[in-house]
């Protein structure tokens, strides 16, 4: 129901045919106790991810050119004083799963310990 709805919505918006993309919930940790709630009817439930989630997947996910600009908004909407600070939170969302080194040096390089405490 809900793929024939999309399909409908996208037909009307000149969307391709797969805008509705639910592949991200593999990568999802699991619940986002911070999400804001926009929607929630029987059968349906739409929720915003907070900034402190999306931040932990774009930074697991670390795609340098492309999310560079949402990590280095997402880090100053979290608050975060520095990048050890930064990884923790990450670590605590994917606690079973390695943060790639890349993602350290993504962070090391936008947040440099000068750019930290700012």
Same mark, same amino acid.
């Given at each position: 129901?809900?793929?024939? &709805? &999309?399909?409908?919505?996208?037909?009307?918006?000149?969307?391709?045919?797969?805008?509705?993309?639910?592949?991200?919930?593999? !990568?999802?940790?699991?619940p986002d106790p911070g999400a804001t709630v926009l929607f929630d009817r029987p059968g349906l439930a739409v929720r915003i991810a907070s900034?402190?989630?999306? !931040? &932990?997947?774009?930074?697991?996910? &670390?795609?340098?050119?492309?999310?560079?600009?949402?990590?280095q908004l997402l880090y100053k909407l979290c608050g975060f004083r520095s990048v050890e600070e930064a990884l923790d939170h990450v670590q605590s969302l994917y606690p079973h799963q390695p943060i790639p080194p890349k993602a350290h040096y993504l962070l090391q390089e936008l947040f440099p310990p000068a750019a930290d405490n700012k």
């Open positions: 129901m809900i793929y024939r &709805a &999309a399909q409908r919505v996208g037909d009307r918006r000149g969307l391709p045919p797969d805008w509705l993309n639910d592949g991200v919930k593999g !990568f999802l940790p699991g900034p402190r989630y999306l !931040f &932990a997947m774009k930074v697991l996910a &670390a795609r340098v050119e492309r999310d560079e600009d949402d990590i």
